[in-house]
C-alpha cells in the first residue's frame, strides 16, 4: 500500500501485516484523510467513577468536581483499513491521583495539549466496517462494536446519526454548526488556559501525541497505553452552543452520565496514527 507522502507517515510508516478474524490487515493503523469533529466537556464523577469501578485507573476531574469526558465524530475517507466512520466515548483518566484541571470551558482541550500525566481511555466505540472492528478488538484490545451510521459533512455543518447495528439501537445523533473561521473568543480562552509561549511552541509542533488506553477485558487484561499521533490540515476550535448545535446521546450507558458539552474542535484534512498497546 502506498501511503500519502507526510512527515507523519514517513516517521510511522506501515511496518508490518498482521493476521486477524476478517483476514490480513497493515500495521499499523492509519488514517490519510477526513473530517472529525471532538465535543469535549464534563460528566457525573460518581457516575464515571461508578463506570471505570474495574478498571486501574481513575478519572480525572476539573476544579468543579466534574469528570472529564469527549465524544469523537469521525468520519474516515482514506485509511489503511478502507474508509470508515467511527463514534468514541472518552474518559480522561490516570494511573493516580491528579491535580484537577481547571474548570474553564477549555480546561479540557488545555489539559490534553499540555498535561502529559493524564490520558485518554477508548471506553465506548462504534464503527462502520467489520475489518476495523475486528483491528480494534483484536490489536488495540478496544471494545468495539459495529454502527450503522450516516455522516454527511457540508460547508454549515456536520450531521451524525449513529446506531448500533446488531440492535438497531440509538446511540447518537448530532448536527455540529461548523465555523466559517477561527472563533476569537475560544481561541483567547484557550490562550488565556496555556498562555502564549507555550502555545506558540505546541502549534509549531508537526503533530500532536496523545497517550490512549484501552479498557480492562477485551484482549489485554490491564489497562495498557498506545501511543497515537494526529496532525490536521486545519482546527477550529468553538464554544458548544445548544442554540445552534444538536447533540443527544441515547449510548448505554453513556447516557446517564450527565454529559454536558463545553466545545467543539473541528477537524479537516485528518492524519493519524495509533499503534498498538503495551
Not at 91 to 99: H, M, P, R
Not at 104 to 122: I, S
Not at 132 to 152: F, P, Q, W
Request: charged share 15%; aromatic share 8%.
Amino acid at each position: 500500500m502506498t501511503t500519502p507522502n507526510h512527515p507523519l507517515f514517513q516517521t510511522y510508516p506501515l511496518s508490518g501485516t498482521a493476521q486477524i478474524s476478517t483476514g490480513e490487515v497493515p500495521l499499523p493503523y492509519q488514517i490519510y484523510d477526513g473530517y472529525g469533529a471532538f465535543i469535549g466537556g464534563t460528566a457525573d464523577l460518581a457516575k464515571v467513577r461508578q463506570l471505570l469501578a474495574n478498571e486501574e485507573v481513575q478519572p480525572v476531574q476539573n476544579e468543579a468536581g466534574r469528570a472529564l469526558m469527549g465524544i469523537w465524530l469521525c468520519d474516515f475517507t482514506q485509511a489503511s483499513l478502507g474508509p470508515h466512520h467511527e463514534l468514541q466515548l472518552s474518559i480522561f483518566v490516570a494511573s493516580g491521583e491528579l491535580e484537577p484541571v481547571s474548570a474553564h470551558r477549555l480546561g479540557l482541550l488545555a489539559a490534553m495539549l499540555t498535561r502529559p500525566d493524564m490520558q485518554m481511555l477508548c471506553h465506548g466505540l462504534w464503527n462502520n466496517t467489520p475489518v476495523v472492528v475486528a483491528y480494534n478488538r483484536e490489536l488495540l484490545s478496544l471494545d468495539a462494536r459495529l454502527s450503522d451510521s450516516t455522516m454527511h459533512c457540508t460547508a454549515q455543518a456536520l450531521s451524525s446519526t449513529v446506531k448500533d447495528a446488531e440492535r438497531g439501537a440509538p446511540l447518537l445523533e448530532s448536527k455540529l454548526s461548523k465555523p466559517t473561521q477561527a472563533s476569537v473568543g475560544a481561541t483567547f480562552g484557550l490562550l488565556g488556559q496555556m498562555g502564549l509561549g507555550r502555545a506558540l511552541r505546541i502549534s509549531r509542533q508537526p503533530w500532536v501525541e496523545m497517550k490512549i488506553v484501552n479498557p480492562l477485558g477485551v484482549k489485554l487484561l490491564h489497562n495498557g497505553t498506545a501511543m497515537a499521533y494526529t496532525s490536521n490540515a486545519a482546527n477550529r476550535v468553538r464554544y458548544f452552543d445548544p442554540k445552534h448545535d444538536l447533540l443527544r446521546l441515547d449510548a448505554v450507558p453513556y447516557a446517564t452520565l450527565d454529559f454536558q458539552p463545553e466545545f467543539v474542535q473541528h477537524m479537516a484534512g485528518f492524519k493519524f496514527v495509533y499503534q498498538e498497546p503495551a
